[in-house]
Each structure stands twice: as C-alpha cells, then as structure tokens.
C-alpha cells in the first residue's frame, strides 16, 4: 500500500514540476504586424488558447517537453518544440505566419467583440487592411464594405466624408459603428459622421461586419448589425512608410509611418499622419483632410499591459445639400456634377454649405492576466468634438433662378450680396453665412471580466458607463459686408443681438446624455458545438439647457432628466457538422430608448411624456461551408422592429406650433444573404455575394387623437403606410470580383456591383392620404470598378504601386432619392453617383 501510495505521490509531482507556460507573439508576414486570433493548441488536446489583440498567447502545458500548433484561417500552421520544467516559462519570441496559397484569405478576431469563423453564431463579413490598401482609393470609407450583404452604401451629396452607410435597411442611427470595441454613434441621434473619420483608412488593421445581433458585448445592441473597426496597433518591429497617391479632379494625398518596434524596456510606439487635398468630383467640394494616428505600449511583467491611442482627422470641406430635380441635372452645363451650395467672392470659390469638424479619440486600455483562468480588459476613452456645417441666415438669395447667380444654374456672385448689404448701411446684413454648429464632449468606460467556469464554459461580465455633452448653437462666420445682424429668432435674455462674427444666433441649447449599462454572457464551447446566451440592461438619461429660450432666472431653462430603461436578451448555437458544413442560429429582443429629439419636441424644453422605447425581436439561421480552395455562407434573418420613433410637427390654429407622438409604427425587415470566395488555382481568387431583402413598414396607424395640455381636441393623425416599402436603399444587391495575379507581383482586379429594388426615402409622416401609395422606384444600375497592384523591390525596400479605377464604364446612375409624396421620377429630389474615378498611388516600405 505505501508503495502505490508513494508511486501516485511521485507521478503527481512529477506532473507538477512538469507543468509549464509558452509564451509568444504571432505576426502577420503581410502586415508585419500582429495576428490578433490565431489559434494555439497542445495537438492531441483541448488544451489551447488564441492571441490578443496585440498577437500574443500564453498557454499553460502540463509536460516539460511537446509541441504547440499555431494555426490561422488562411495562414500555414506552424508547429513548435517547447521545453519548460517547474513552472518556469519559455518565451517562443516572434513566430511568423504566412499566407496560405492554398487557403482563402479570413481573418478570424477573438477581442473586442469580434466573431470568430465557425463558432460565433453571427453573419459576419471581414475586410482586411491589405484590401482597404489596394481598393479603396479615393472613395468613400464606407465604400469599401459595398460588396458586403446586406450593405448600401453611397457619397451621399458626395462631398469629402459625406458618405452613408446603411445596413439590411437600416441607416446609420441603427447600426453600432465601434473603432477597437468603443462605439462612435452620436449619443444623441445614433448618427455616425464619416467625415469625422476621413483618415480612419490609414490607420485600420481589419474591418469587420456583423449583422444582425452581433457578437457585441455591449449593453444594448444595433438593430441593423454592427460595424467594428480595429485600429493598427505598435508594430512588432522597427520600421515604416511613406506613400503618395494622386487622382481625378485634383486629389492628392500623402503620408508616412514610423513605428520604435518592441524595445527592451518593453516599450513600442507607432506614429502615422497624412493630408489629402483635392477638388472634389461635385462642383463647389474643395477639401482639405488631415489624420494622425499615435499609439503607446508598454508590458509590465507578463500579466499586465498599458496601451494609449489617439487619433484624429480635421478636415474642411465644400458640400452639396441639396438634391435636385432630375431635369435640373440633364439642364445645366456640368450636369451630374450640378451644385447650388458655392459661389465667388472676390474671385474665390465660397462654400455657402460647407463642413469642418475635429474629432479626436483618446483610449487607454489595460489588459490584465488575473490567473489562468481569469483576465480583465478594461478601456477608458474621451473625444471632444468641434465644429459643424455652414449655411446661411437671413433673406434666401440662393435659389436656383436667383438674380444673384451669374445665369440659370449658375455659379452664385457673392459679391452682389455684399454689395447689397454695403448700401444697408446702418440697416446692417440681410443675408449673412453661418454655421450650425455640435461640439461635444464625451468620456466613457468598458471594462469587461472573462473567467473559464469549466474547460468548456466561459462566464463573461461588465460594465459600459458614458457621459455625453452636446453643446448646439448657431454662429455668424460671414457677414457679407454689412456691419452686423439683426436675429429674427429673438432670444429670450436677447443675446448676441445685434450679432457680430462669432457671436451666437437662432438657437443656443446644451444636451447631455448619460448612459449605465452592465451585461453579462456565458458561453460554452467543446468540441463541435459552441452557444451562448446574453442578457444586458442599460439607462439613458437626457437632459436639456436652452440659452435663447428661457430667461436664465427661469426654471424651465434647464430640465430635469428624462429615463429610459432597457434590456435585452440573445442567445445563439453554432453547430459544425464536420470540417466543411456548420449551421448556426440565433434570436434575441431588446429595447431601445428613442432620441433625444423625440424626447424634447418643439426645439425646446418640451417634454414628450408619451415617449416610449422602440422594440426589436430579431431571428436568423445561417449556414456555411468551408473547404481547401471554396467557401460559402447563406444566411436567413427577420426583423421586427415596433414602436419606432416618430414625432409630428404642425401648425395650430392660434399659430403656435406643436406635435404629436406617434405611436405604433412599426416595420418588418426579412431576407436572405448568400456570399463566396472560390480559389480555383493559386493565382485566381473569385468572390461574390447576393443580397434579397424585403423591408416593408408593417401596418397602418390611424385616428391617433392629438390633444393640447387643456384636452382639447386638436387634430387626428393618419398615416397609411402599411406595405409600403421601406425607402433609401437597395433591397436588391449583387457583387461578383476577380482577384488575378498575371505575373508574379502584379495582381489584376475587377469588381462588379448591382443594385435593384431602390425606392425613395420618405418621411412617413407624409402618407396621410390613402392613395399615395409607393414611393417612387429608381432603375436598377451596375458598376464595374478595376485595379492593379505591382510590387517591386528597390534595393532592400520593397515598393508597391497600385491603380484603381471606379465605375469604369462610367455609367451614370441615381444613388440616392427622397420621395416628395407623388411617387413620380419628375417629381423626385436626387442625387446622382459619380462618374469615372481614379487613384494612382505609391508606397515604399522601409
């Protein structure tokens, strides 16, 4: 008995003394940076691990001596020896991973709420940088994902950072945009303004595209899906880059990378800046556009690191607001490239509407190795927002037969209006620019705890807190001439009136919003089968401070504030059938608090006491096959989204104005999303996807009894609005791309895209009137774009230059359309898409 006592005692130490931990970081030879997701497994075990964000693993072994596995979709495994004896550590260094000319290029990401390739039970679609790089070009940064399902994205007005994304039918108010897991949508509006991010393609690693649910962690989700963009981090090694890339109509950009690698204080730092310039496609959209990028890093030991980020874009820019007739565009001389927004004074080009803006994003994040078993990620942020948009105040003189213009369709002569103001003399500016401007500030926090329950199951918990301060106001920029402004939107405390440059006028008001949300999910995984479930609840609070409409002495100028409380609940399973076939399914409601314009009606301190939280169940089954050479995803979702935020406005009889709250409204979204990639040999990669949605407003909403604060009643709303189509994107959409390489170093690339089922946005407020019907249907168009990339090496520096030409064909094409209730295309206010691009470009990599 002692013996056998004493034999279990000795293989027992034995064990522990042969218990270890392998450590190291993996790279990606194309990027020659991190590989943030790649697999690390003991082979013959369960026992494995992935990499951070930041490429590293470390992974606990029970023997002195084996091997490890590092694997990445796409990549060619590595296999490597360990040696560790008594808990010491072995530290594997850099491991380099390169690509797999025989696998499909995929990136699979575990951090920051990202899915991972057959096992998060999501619809998912992943951009590279290496493809942001070679396509994007001069377009808009949305644009790179319009091959994705499900995606609808266009220039808008088609000045610089203008663009519009919308998801499955949804705009950008519903879909979560988050850069490295911290979300960007407007805290009060759920709005995202691109143009905020005009030099995000510079600095992004990956971009990835969940939709539906998403495998976000937060505490309420989007109801179109979530776009997560994942920043560069401090490269690996020492190094850099400076490019060059010029295009159509003036574009001109340049930039330069400069990045410490790991040094041997643990220390690395990655800075990047850039400017771009350039007339712009559209008449009257000069810009100018700055970005930089500045990342920290520093190690402490091997549980803990620091990791600091900012980044940020100023730019400038001419826009184009208004849409037009379609016979205005076929009348004037430029045609598609028709605008009214711009003119001359004294010789120079004046942007009448025009945007500027400043948004920097400060993070700091702190990854920490609790134990084995446990680590918590945690991230503090602050952005503090400048500037906004132009326009004008005072007497419209810009019309399109205005005697101001230099002809129909004309250019405007600004300096008419000067004149005019001139003579004014003591009467001062009748017509003046302005801008209406949002500057904010905002600061949050994420912290997320992760501890393995058991081998196979993961308990997931946090907390996600956010402070929100809009300040909105009006300012004069550009008196014209004249010696000042009389306001007719006289203010309460009368401020700033008469106005000067810079002084405040129309509207003065501050919002704040304040957001407490905690969520948590477990998860299991073994073997073939991975499901989770999530719950999440959240309050947002709102508050408004109006300066023109109530006296400071008045109690009404500040309100109390307004709760919203809201939950939500998913869960999904993934299934692989085997090492091709995998199915997966996920459900899940949630509760949205509605905006905060919805909140305070009338442009003041009105509180909607009838506002409620919109209301959406969302449903989707998917399916995905993946082999050597050829991988496909078919997916099915539905949508039901109740209760969506609408306010009416009107006019009363004593000519005070008011508006109801429209209850009710309600919209299904259902379809089915089908996407490849084929390799059929080395040199050739095909893609393409298909898109059928059906995205319909669900009912009617009728004899809605609006009262004023006495009951009396004051009117009745009607909205007939039951199958209409919902408008502003496509419901149809294909894509199909070829990616050859003809020589060795120079690839060839074509991507075709198609739309159909596009009808104009409307308001709905608007279908009073039964026999409105559809909006109107804008014709199905394609586009065909084509690029060429060639690489080289000078020396010991290797070169890349690269083309693209978009809309090769240079179709012309209506992107976008508003309805104006008759459903007819000569009635219908639009904005058509560019014509021919194109970008030629260098970098050189040192």
Partial sequence: MRKLLFLAMFFASATI????????????????????????????????????????????????????????VGYEAKTLNFSVANGATQDLGQIVLTPDADALDEIVVTSYSLAIDRKTPVAVSTIKAADIETKLGNQEFPEILKSTPGIYATKAGGGFGDAQLRLRGFNSENIAVMINGVPVNDMENGRVYWSNWAGLSDVT??????????????????????????????DAEVGGNVLMTTGNDGYTKYGATVSTGLLDNGVAATV??????????????????????????????????????????????????????????????RGIKFN????????????????????????????????????????VYASFGTGGGGGFAGVNKFGLDSEYRDGYLEPVNLDLIVDENVERGALGSETILRASRNDHNWYGALSTLSTAITDDI????????????????????????????????????????????????????????????????????KNDLSAFVALAASNTSYKRIDYFNYLDSDPLQET?????????????????????????????????????NAVFLNFQNDINADAENQKIFSAELGYGY???????????????????????????????????????????????EVDFSYRPFDELTLTGM?????????????????????????????????????????????????????????????????????????????????????????????????????????????????????????????????????????????????????????????
């Fill in 458 to 525: 993961e308990l997931i918990g946090g907390v996600d807190l956010r402070y929100y301060k809009g300040k909105h106001f009006q300012e004069v920029t550009d008196l014209l001439g004249g010696s000042y402004f009389l306001d007719d939107d006289s203010n309460e405390n009368d401020l700033n009136n008469p106005a000067m440059v810079g002084d405040k006028i129309s509207y003065w008001n501050d919002g704040i919003v304040l957001w407490e949300g905690v969520f948590t999910q477990l998860e299991y995984s």
């Fill in 17 to 72: 003394f042969a218990q270890g931990t392998v450590t190291g970081t993996v790279i990606d030879s194309e990027m020659d940076g991190p590989l943030p997701g790649a697999t690390v497994m003991v082979p013959g075990t369960n026992n494995g691990t992935t990499t951070n964000f930041d490429g590293e693993f470390s992974l606990k072994v029970n023997k002195a001596k084996g091997t490890i596995e590092i694997s990445f």
């Fill in 272 to 333: 990047s800046a850039s400017r771009t310039t350039g007339n712009g496609f559209v008449d009257g959209t000069e810009f100018e556009g700055y970005s930089y990028f500045i990342n920290f890093a520093k190690q402490f030991g091997e549980d803990h690191e620091l990791s600091f980020t900012a980044f940020g874009a100023p730019q400038r820019h001419g826009q184009r607001q208004n849409r037009e007739l379609i016979s205005t565009f076929r009348e004037s001389e």
């Fill in 560 to 596: 109390d504030f307004q709760n919203f409380f809201g939950y939500s609940a998913k869960g999904g399973a993934n299934y692989n059938l085997d090492a091709h076939h995998n199915v997966f399914a996920n459900v899940g409601y949630f509760e949205k608090a509605p905006f905060f």
């Fill in 690 to 846: 298909a898109s059928i949605g059906d995205w319909r407003w669900a009912n009617n909403v009728t004899d809605v009894q609006v009262f004023d604060e006495e009951q009396n009643l004051v009117r009745t709303v009607n909205l007939f609005i039951e199958d209409l189509k919902v408008g502003d994107a496509a419901q149809t959409t294909f894509a199909l791309g070829a990616n050859y390489e003809v020589i060795e170093d120079v690839k060839l690339r074509l991507d075709y895209n198609f739309y159909d089922n596009y009808y104009a946005d409307f308001d709905p407020n608007g279908r009073s009137d039964a026999d409105q019907g559809q909006a109107w249907e804008a014709p199905a168009y394609g586009l065909l774009d084509a690029g060429l990339t060639y690489g080289f090496d000078i020396g010991s520096l290797r070169a890349t230059l690269n083309g693209n030409v978009n809309n090769l064909l240079d179709t012309e094409y209506i992107a976008d359309a508003r309805d104006r209730g008759n459903s007819t295309a000569q009635e219908a206010l639009v904005w058509y898409g560019f014509g021919r691009t194109y970008t030629i470009g260098a970098k050189l990599n040192f």
């Fill in 205 to 234: 690693r990956s971009m990835q595209v969940q939709r539906g649910l998403g495998a976000s962690k937060l505490a309420v989700p989007s109801i179109g899906g979530t776009v997560n963009i994942l920043t560069k981090t401090t």
């Fill in 340 to 379: 009214r927004d711009w003119g001359f004074q004294n010789g120079q080009v004046t942007h009448i509407e025009d945007n500027f803006y400043h948004k920097p994003q400060m993070s700091l994040n702190h990854f920490w190795d609790i134990s084995e078993k446990t680590n918590l990620s945690t991230a």
């Fill in 626 to 672: 993946r082999a050597e050479n050829f991988r496909a995803n078919v997916n099915l979702y539905r949508t039901q989204w109740d209760d969506r935020t609408l306010t009416q406005s009107f006019r009363n009889q004593d000519g005070t104005f008011g508006s109801a709250n429209i209850l009710g409204v309600n919209a299904l979204h259902q379809g089915i």
